[in-house]
């Protein structure tokens, strides 16, 4: 009996994301349970991230996994394992939120250089020590890397990282452009 | 590959693409296999930032309501959490809801006639709270130079067990929104504030929902059910 429970906590630890998509496409709903168990911490830390407000990551969630519930069957190995597939969802949803100005309705303001600065440089710091992403990252200058996690980190528009850094926004446009090839060649 | 491509699906990746520039993207993905594999191929490299992100335990009720919006998927339902996260999409949400006061005026005049308020006294501000996403107007505030506040809806808001509607007033960020009170069901209401300045043009009112009692943090929680500026009648 208890090799069978550890083996169950196992299974719902482990679950292949790619089978769980399938069957949600199926009309399984114990398999977008099962995603949700594995994957809603994070997902809510990563809204949070852009949102910077607690209660409204969790809608971002919520609207997530009712998302990935419709979409299911449109999920398309060649644009990324079903976890970035996954992610890109919680950004992408989070992101309208912030350009619908929605974060801002009768909210306290956020201390928006020390808050975004801050995320975006705690998660280069994070990223695991001799990781390509990590290594290639800090090849870039400080100030274009600091560009490009604003955007992915922080979700901020060219023009928010330009008037937060004080650049003007041709030149964080090209910067950004520049930095991505560097990075991809740098990994390889 | 070309640094170009590259480029492109790492803005498209990293959300920095307008929605008109991603929805261009989206349709070269479907044609191109080579733009698919960059996209991909950014998408699972980055994902380690992600990773990083610090692990947030949901709330007890965030599975429920996701179960309840896939279980009804509804085009039209009523007011329930699950559609507020739709939305939160409307881009031109609160441009609109003040441009909204001209659209429902008609409403308005057709209420005051048929309730004037006692006493003769003219409100100093009128909002009209519209939805966010039907846009339909659902009350109406009117502000008295004093600090009482009527809030008369306009239709039925269903508000579940253990919940309350609440009304806000926002006159100046820097001292952010403010209770103007508890509406436990939808009728109209009569508040004395004070503490207020007195209301201004442009002064932003809203409904939302939050847990019975009104909201724990003293700020809106719950998804805004109403919103609107005001405007001085004339």
Redesign the interface.
């Known amino acids: 009996m208890v090799g069978e429970a550890s083996g169950a906590t196992m299974a719902a630890t482990t679950i292949d994301l790619k089978e769980a998509l399938a069957a949600c496409a199926a009309g399984d709903?114990a398999a977008?349970?099962a995603i949700?168990e594995r994957e809603?911490?994070?997902m809510?830390?990563?809204a949070?991230?852009i949102v910077k407000r607690?209660?409204?990551?969790?809608?971002?969630?919520?609207?997530a996994?009712?998302r990935i519930?419709?979409n299911a069957h449109r999920y398309?190995?060649?644009?990324?394992?079903p976890?970035?597939?996954l992610?890109?969802i919680?950004?992408?949803?989070a992101?309208?939120?912030l350009?619908?100005?929605?974060r801002e309705?009768?909210?306290?303001?956020v201390p928006e250089d020390v808050a975004s600065a801050v995320e975006a440089h705690?998660?280069?710091e994070?990223?695991?020590e001799g990781?390509?992403?990590?290594r290639c990252l800090e090849g870039l200058e400080v100030r274009r890397r600091t560009s490009?996690?604003m955007?992915?980190?922080d979700?901020f528009?060219?023009g928010e990282i330009a008037g937060r850094l004080g650049l003007p926004l041709g030149t964080v446009k090209a910067w950004?452009?520049?930095s991505?090839?560097q990075?991809?060649e740098c990994?390889g | 590959m070309t640094d170009d491509l590259l480029a492109d699906a790492g803005e498209y990746v990293a959300g920095l693409m307008s929605p008109e520039e991603a929805e261009a993207f989206e349709r070269r993905l479907a044609a191109d296999a080579e733009a698919r594999r960059a996209v991909g191929d950014w998408r699972a490299r980055l994902l380690a930032l992600d990773e990083t992100a610090t692990q947030i335990t949901p709330s007890e009720g965030l599975w429920p309501r996701i179960e309840a919006a896939i279980g009804t998927v509804p085009a039209n339902a009523p007011a329930a959490p699950g559609l507020f996260a739709r939305i939160w999409n409307d881009v031109a949400t609160l441009r609109w809801a003040s441009l909204a006061a001209a659209a429902a005026a008609a409403v308005l005049a057709v209420l005051l006639v048929a309730q004037p308020f006692s006493g003769g006294a003219k409100p100093v501000v009128v909002a009209v709270l519209t939805a966010p996403d039907t846009r339909e107007a659902g009350a109406i505030v009117e502000a008295f130079a004093d600090g009482r506040v009527r809030v008369v809806p306009l239709r039925a808001i269903p508000v579940p067990e253990g919940r309350t509607l609440q009304v806000w007033t926002l006159w100046d960020r820097q001292v952010g929104p403010r209770s103007v009170g508890l509406m436990p069901a939808a009728r109209q209401q009569d508040y004395a504030t004070s503490g207020m300045p007195r209301p201004a043009d442009q002064q932003l009112y809203e409904i939302t929902l939050e847990p019975a009692g009104g909201s724990p943090t003293g700020r809106p929680t719950g998804p805004i059910l109403y919103v609107g500026r005001g405007s001085r009648p004339l």
């Open positions: 709903r977008l349970r949700y809603c911490a994070a809510i830390g990563v949070t991230r607690r209660e409204l990551a969790e809608e971002v969630v919520q609207e996994f009712v519930w419709r398309n190995p060649e644009l990324g394992p976890r970035a597939w992610y890109a919680v950004r992408n949803q992101i309208n939120i350009r619908s100005g929605r309705d009768l909210v306290d303001e705690a998660a280069a994070r990223l695991p990781q390509a992403l990590r490009l996690l955007a992915y980190v979700g528009s060219h950004i452009r520049r991505l090839i990075l991809r990994m």
